[in-house]
């Protein structure tokens, strides 16, 4: 059985004392005050001690921050809230479907019912916060949807992207990199690891071009230098190349370090974005190169 459904078998019983809903209940539950409290877990009062143990299970359950967020609570205020609706709960021991929730003790159906409750007074307590967080959760959503409202100086350059597919060792890196070691460019190499980024790095300069390395751990800055060679999580979006080089553009799906590839793509200034992957990125840059309205071309190896 669920959670939901272990909750609503909770609410099933309370609904026989003629609550209609949660509304209905938590407009009861503000009404019952009761000067009977639980101070702490040394409370001679089983009840009470039963209360405490749940309201602690409450707030430290994952599910139960998980749904909090789904209902647009904010993360970082979810313990503040508690706090309050811990006092709120405190002022109100004789409320009768408490004695419910006791029986059913530190379990999923009582965080359920207690989350349920949650909201409500959170909704009332702070109608504010929750419409805004509401407000600005979807207004970000929407942006998600719509990639090319990014990095609007970005979008007033004319880039254009040059995706080499292929499999590993087919050579699509070394034919991205020859346009990258040119004398008369400005380029930026974007690796996926920081062994290949000093590796790069190393092979540039062997060549005479003056290249700069850029890692998480590490920074070699020449003066006068026209090329970087940086791990992809070190870009800056701020300045601009003639040519830039993102390695491994398949990882913008990871779960983990994709955000960083992402924003690679779409936050890089310059005229020419070489892409090296794999064909399981194809979907994706052509939905991209779309969105944004940039000319593509797929050189295949």
Known sequence: MSVEEECCDCFNVVKKKHYNGWSEIFKEFKKCKSRRRFKNRRSNNQFELSMYNIMHGFSSSNWVREKAVSSYIPKYMFFNLFSSF???????LKFDPLDHLVKLGCSSSSYCFLFHIF??????QFPNMIETNKDMVEYCVELTKQPKTWYPTTRSVKRSIIYHCGPTNSGKTHAALKRFMDHNHKA??????????IEVCD???????????ITGQEK???????HIS??????????????AI???????CDEQRGGSWTRALLGIKANEIHLCGDTTAMKM???????????????RY
Do not use: H, W
């Open 203 to 213: 092979r540039v300069n062997a060549s005479g071009i003056s290249c700069n390395l």
């Open 86 to 92: 811990r006092d709120f709960v405190k002022s109100r």
């Open 220 to 226: 070699i800055i020449k003066p006068l230098s026209t």
């Open 246 to 252: 993102i390695d491994e553009i398949q990882m913008a």
């Open 230 to 243: 940086c791990t992809i999580e070190t870009i800056t979006t701020d300045d601009y190349y003639d040519v």
């Open 119 to 124: 909201v409500e007074f959170c909704s009332y």
């Open 285 to 299: 840059i052509t939905k991209i190169r779309q969105e944004l309205e940039e000319d593509l071309t797929i050189k």
């Open 188 to 197: 930026i190499y974007c690796s996926p690891l920081r062994i290949l980024a």
